[in-house]
């Protein structure tokens, strides 16, 4: 197993100050309410967590931005990674996972991972997810890229997400005193006096009276709102996704992490030069069965790049992808699945396969065009094991958090089953360590807001200059754009605006961590800077931000991959 490196690399320098708005301008609230914790979020940790926190509180009131399914689990195809199979256990889970990390995981978060998970599983299933079985009544377990071996268990063939989803919208429908307020965006959280949490701001979109600008005073708040896929052009994520949660822990005080890392999906199928936003995802178990990827010319991309070809870990598909599209001046590969046959297709990937069809590609008798596109933030709200982040009384989970177990490149799988095991964790550790009720102190934060208008601008130069390929001079292009685009939005209160401005923050404070880091490792990849620098740069890049200034500090940590990685 690789042990942890000693040295201790060399402090690298913080970044330069930048100004973003400390706070969204709403305006006064017209309706508050109280709860003992918000949950905000419905996929799979927020549910998690709310589900498991009523055993414990009062009152739990969960938000949504949209509806309870919108968020991105509801579209997690492939699975949920455990050491449930026969042989497997979690100290091989381990492995694969710090060794997709590329050295900059956290190995005892990776450890509280892969030992809870199997339980955490067992106790979805004990909720009411249906899991596929084999012959023999166990659980099918496949595999996906990065993983040596077969532990991904999925549901409804490739729908194991909305299977999943279900259940625990099931499960809530079931618990009354679970509250539900859909269609609202958490806009900035109150805190206290001491700087902890005292409620948040909602603005709801036509919920009855509650309805507008409001106030939930509370004693936490647990943020499970997602990830950021919408800073990009093209992403799996759903539209949903821009930051939100992610910025508004930055404004409160909470320190972000390892924003730089990125993760790039291999296989998102190519629907043409103008096609924006979400985008569908052909999953990695598709390559698990048997699939493999090709040029134009029918050459297979895959070989002798790496010992797990074709599951490789999925930043290494995804830069031998990209590598291969430059060099042929092609805009997508291809996935060629036909051998799969058509009874195994509508068996095993019947979404996958309708979506296809649907956009006029049918995989049993043609490859699907394919290339990357953002996926997964590996990084995000820094978190101890229990949730906990830097603001008392705010816990962050899932795809909004960064736990450590993820490092620069997520294995695939392994994010349904980080927010299941840590919202089980922050329903422990929450309880016990409630804060008293507190008043909300004015928020006296600089404001400002973004335009709506500019948000295609700032996804086209985030996919150009800060996707899958980085360099020094592309980078600043970026800041130079995004610094542009900082203070359109003047007068502004609306959905659209109070978003952008959640992207331009996370994208500026994305660009900036992208430009410090100068080497390349897992999801980052630097063309001016290729090589892994352990000496430099292991370790992690923090964000913070005080009154509207974000500045960025290298914490060094040993490589938790022994070295040896990308
Ligand atoms: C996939 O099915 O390829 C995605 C799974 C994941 O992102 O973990």
Redesign the pocket.
């Known amino acids: 197993m690789p042990g942890p490196l000693t040295t201790a690399p060399a402090p690298a320098p913080a970044a330069p100050v930048r100004r973003l708005p400390g706070r969204l301008s709403a305006p006064d609230p017209g309706w508050s309410t109280r709860a003992d914790v918000v949950v905000i979020g419905s996929g799979i940790a927020g549910l998690t967590a709310a589900l498991r926190l009523r055993e414990h509180v009062e009152k739990v009131l969960v938000v949504t931005k949209d509806v309870l399914a919108a968020g991105s689990t509801q579209w997690?195809?492939?699975g949920i990674a455990a050491a449930l199979g026969e042989g497997d256990t979690p100290e091989q889970h381990e492995v694969d996972t710090l060794v997709a990390g590329a050295g900059a995981c956290d190995l005892d978060a990776v450890r509280v991972l892969v030992g809870e998970g199997p339980e955490a599983v067992h106790e979805l299933i004990a909720l009411g997810a249906r899991f596929d079985v084999d012959a023999t009544g166990l659980l099918a377990l496949t595999r996906?890229g990065g993983h040596h071996r077969d532990r991904i268990a999925h549901a409804g063939g490739d729908a194991t997400g909305a299977e999943i989803q279900r259940a625990l919208i099931a499960a809530v429908a079931a618990a009354p005193d679970i509250e539900v307020v859909q269609h609202a965006l958490a806009v900035d959280l109150l805190l206290a006096e001491d700087g902890g949490v005292a409620g948040v701001t909602l603005h709801v979109m036509g919920e009855g009276e509650r309805d507008g600008i409001g106030a939930v005073h509370c004693r936490a708040v647990v943020l499970a709102s997602g990830g950021l896929g919408q800073v990009f052009s093209q992403t799996t994520n759903p539209a949903v996704s821009t930051g939100d949660g992610t910025a508004l822990a930055l404004r409160a005080g909470a320190t972000l992490r390892d924003l730089e890392f990125v993760q790039f999906?291999p296989t998102v199928m190519y629907l043409g030069p103008d096609s924006r936003g979400q985008q569908p995802?052909i999953?990695?178990?598709v390559r698990g069965e048997g699939a493999f990827l090709v040029d134009h010319a029918g050459d297979r991309i895959m070989q002798g790049v790496h010992e797990l070809a074709d599951l490789a870990p999925r930043d290494v598909v995804a830069k031998a992808i990209t590598r291969r599209m430059h060099e042929t001046g092609r805009p997508h590969v291809w996935l060629d699945a036909r051998h799969l046959g058509a009874a195994f297709w509508e068996r095993r990937f019947p979404t996958i396969l309708a979506t296809a069809r649907r956009h006029g590609v049918d995989p049993v008798t043609e490859p699907i065009p394919v290339a990357p596109a953002c996926?997964?933030a590996s990084g995000g709200v820094r978190t101890d094991l229990w949730g906990r982040t830097d603001v008392p009384g705010l816990y962050a989970t899932g795809e909004v958090a960064c736990s450590g177990v993820h490092g620069a490149n997520r294995l695939?799988?392994?994010?349904l089953l980080e927010g299941l095991v840590f919202s089980r964790r922050i329903a422990t550790a929450l309880p016990g360590e409630l804060r008293p009720w507190a008043e909300p102190v004015p928020d006296e934060r600089p404001a400002g807001l973004v335009a709506g208008s500019v948000r295609p601008r700032l996804q086209e130069v985030m996919t150009e200059r800060v996707g899958v390929l980085r360099s020094a001079a592309g980078l600043a292009d970026a800041a130079e754009v995004l610094g542009g685009l900082a203070g359109t939005g003047a007068g502004l209160v609306d959905l659209d605006a109070w978003e952008t401005t959640n992207l331009l923050t996370i994208a500026a404070a994305l660009t900036d961590a992208a430009t410090l880091r100068e080497e390349t490792r897992g999801s980052h990849w630097r063309e001016d800077h290729p090589e892994r620098d352990d000496a430099r740069w292991a370790g992690h890049l923090d964000v913070a931000m005080t009154d509207g200034a974000t500045t960025i500090e290298h914490h060094p940590a040993p490589a938790t991959d022994g070295g040896a990685g990308r």
Do not use: M
């Not at 695939?412 to 994010?415: C, F, L, T």
């Open positions: 997690a195809q492939g996906e999906h995802l999953s990695e178990a996926h997964y695939a799988s392994n994010s």
